[in-house]
């Protein structure tokens, strides 16, 4: 993506990228649901049909896809080396900190289940939380990609960071569906102001000879954060409930707003 995006609209293209893989993430699961109900269960049935997109991915790849030009220059060699490391340089290692605190806040969103089932809907619709989620996340996406390319990434990072703590509140206070799933579609609208935006630094700041090193140091760091933050939601939900949970998420994400308005200064190449 950042190597055939012009840098301009590197934000609108990642948006885009996050709106479509989120729309396949939830319409793949309610065709599924569909074709078992239609199909009584038969769930080889719905595997074969699921090879179909599959192909026609790789016929995607295959025919509609090509690589850019090799750049000229040295041969490649192991990207996993200490030369290699410090050329990632100060400003891509910024984003890297700052995806994982936004995961440090931002824990699994299965949390988001157990509160809805928690409240009283029925366990055949609850998983319906998760696609009312990715619906939400998938329309403002692309619209927010597209906002980044043309404003301060430390500023909608911000509001991004704002609009979870609103989603956390929601869910701690939650004692009806209906408000279980406003918090739900506040935290799908969080999802859309940051994730391709963080993608969008990390291409932003990493060399174009290092962008692969740069996605994957930047996925293990966030995957452990993650990690770590779901654990401790788990031990606080079984320890106080599950609105101590969402309070303890809400106040870490106040705590990295206020961090990361703090050092704004030092993610101003990030956000170029």
Known sequence: MADVTPPDIRGAAFGLRQSLDTIGAFLGPLLSVGLMLLWANDFRSVFWVAVVPGVLAVLVLLVGVREPAQREGPQRTNPIRRENIRKLGSAYWWVVALGAVFMLARFSEAFLVLRAEQVGIPVALVPLVMVAMNLVYAACAYPFGKLSDRVSHTRLLAWGLAVLVVSDVLLATAQHWGMVLA?????????????????????????????????????????????????????????????????????FALLCLVGLLSTRRNLSVASS
Do not use: C, E, K
Not at 207 to 222: D, H, K
Not at 226 to 239: E, P, Q
């Open 183 to 251: 918090g739900v579609a506040v935290w799908g609208i969080h999802m859309g102001m940051t994730q391709g935006l963080l993608s969008t630094m990390v291409a932003n700041t990493a060399p174009p000879g290092l962008r692969g090193t740069a996605y994957g140091v930047f996925n293990l760091v966030s995957g452990i954060a993650m990690l770590a933050a779901s654990a401790t939601a788990g031990l606080l939900w079984d320890a106080y409930g599950s609105s101590m949970t969402f309070w303890a998420g809400g106040g």
